[in-house]
């Protein structure tokens, strides 16, 4: 860490007070930026996750020319239910698709977790490459999706308004959603762990549907195995956990070991502090929708939020990913508004 | 109102504490119920709205065939804009298309706010059908669409993961929004108040894209028009106001003169209590895919809300609409549920 340049991202979780707090944007090496787009007509989907080459140069795209603070790895977060066995297709624009879906407790069974470094050596080689190139500019991100969103794919097979199926599954068949869910659990912590070993200074992890749980089921389906990546993982590297649209667990969240935790913009930063005691990293929470007003607008609610959140144990990020349809300017004048905040 | 043989609803509404609450689901008249089917199979969408006779069969179904507490009528928040002259088009499973959207100022002054009443003559014919042939049973529910919500589909023109072009909208033409939420507003004023007098015993309005906005924005696109609404038709009948996805509003709106407030289930009872202050009556918050769980566990669940909700200033309803992959059995269990509470 020490070899760091900007070494923001790391003091924030650390609890250190800045004279303003670092800034990357969720999704940032993605489908607004046009480089990214040249790359995605010429290579498929796994081919740009799974070529280190390609990866690094995508995850470096946002440092270059958007100037963040930090560069998180290009990949995803399906590609753990692919490393345990299961057929993942990605249609550009039509999202997800998992053809065979876990049904049954042989589905289960069958899953696989050994190996999983092997497995997905590709993304650790990735940012292997992508450390070595970033050359200590800005510390590096690493993520895994969290076991219940993990779930509702694997048993979904795809995207969903509502994952009624998969919380069908969970509903009658709680003991094998368990199962299913802590085979997710100990793929996850192998898979973070060894993200740290290869470079990583942070690790998130995305529970991107936990907000369609009710804050009862959130502690049964989703907390725990939350809880125990972030005991498992924090003594190699620093956590943060986003449950999105899980506001109601931010309490609770702020006393496990995660340093951080992500906030999507339905939380005042006002109410995130009270719920967490001032005692954890908040990071968000910009309505990514937001970044299509014009850049004064932008500028102007960027510095209110700093305001708001202070610049103690803060991390600015949007609410959610940045949509494909920002201008890049629009992105760029929301990092800029954070590193030009009080002067 | 005093030949109501059940008017448990108009009692929660009051503040009357009562044995156990009155019970209603959203979307109740629907695509869960196979004589629905039926006839969804013979006319199309807006036939079935439009044509009094069979609006009335489809809100009786549930009264009939579930046994709930208080009939909805079958309509849909759409008419609205449809009434303005926007064009709608509703295909079976795929949700709506407005072909040719809100864009400019002069589209927003070509939409029509005068004769809503006649342009809309067969929901209040509907409505007054369907009070005749409930003969007092159970009180009628009338409804409309929120001012944003709508707004959402008229500039969007379809459903949306995150409705970002209805948000540019707002936050690149302000004065435009204004402009339109504020016509939505005025007729939607209007069509309310005909529901009350066509006998409407309470009127919801859906607000079931306000978790879409940040808690600032919701108080600058949704709140005022609200407001509006609730302080224009509250003198007529009572108002439920039901901002999905807006728990940090709640506070704010129950301070004006709604007589109720819908929940959806990212919000525990006690929060919601608290948040409100205890003033103002509660409906819902069943997680919606629960009704999936098995029998004796939805009556379980069902027991635990309403010991939680309390019997005063409570009615049970689901957290949003009912799934159309419900057996129909279990849907009659979880409103068998709340009339045995406390038996």
């Known amino acids: 860490m020490s070899e760091l340049k900007n070494d923001l991202l790391l003091r ?23 480089d990214y787009i040249k790359l995605r007509q010429k290579y498929d989907f796994f081919t740009r996750v799974q070529t280190p080459e390609l990866a690094c140069e995508i995850t470096l795209q946002p440092v270059d020319q958007v100037g963040v603070d930090a560069a998180i790895i290009f990949s995803d977060i399906l590609v753990i239910p692919q490393a345990m066995g299961m057929e993942v297709l990605m249609e550009e624009g039509k999202g997800p698709l998992l053809p065979n879906v876990v049904k049954t407790a042989a589905d289960i069974d069958a899953l696989q977790t050994d190996a999983v470094e092997e497995r997905l050596a590709y993304v650790m080689n990735a940012l292997a490459l992508t450390k070595k190139e970033l050359n200590g500019r800005v510390p590096l991100i690493g993520f895994a999706g969290a076991p219940w969103t ?40 192998v898979y973070l762990k060894a993200q740290a070993k290869a470079g990583a200074n942070m690790v998130q992890v995305f529970d991107s549907w936990s907000g369609m749980l009710s804050p009862a089921d959130f502690k049964i389906y989703a907390q725990p195995y939350l809880v125990q990546i972030a005991d498992a993982v924090s003594p190699d590297v620093p956590v943060t956990l986003f449950p999105k649209g899980s506001w109601y667990a931010l309490g609770d969240l702020s006393k496990t070991s995660a340093a951080g935790l992500g906030l999507d913009w339905s939380v005042t930063p006002q109410l995130a502090r009270t719920m967490t005691n001032n005692s954890i990293t908040l990071q968000g929470n910009f309505d990514p929708s937001k970044l299509l007003a014009p850049i004064p607008q932008i500028k102007k609610e960027v510095n209110e939020m700093i305001d708001a959140f202070g610049t103690t144990r803060y991390i600015a990020n949007l609410g959610h990913g940045i949509l494909p349809n920002v201008p890049v300017d629009h992105a760029r004048a929301f990092v800029d508004a954070v590193k030009e905040y009080g002067s």
Chains 1, 2 share one sequence.
């Open 150 to 189: 993990l779930l509702c794919y694997m048993i979904e097979g795809k995207g969903s308004k509502t994952f009624d199926k998969a919380k069908q599954f969970c509903f009658t068949q709680p003991e094998l959603a368990y199962r299913l869910l802590q085979k997710i659990t100990d793929v996850t912590i």
């Open 12 to 34: 924030a979780l650390k609890g250190e007070t800045l004279s303003r707090p670092p800034v990357w944007m969720m999704r940032q090496a993605g489908r607004y930026l046009p």
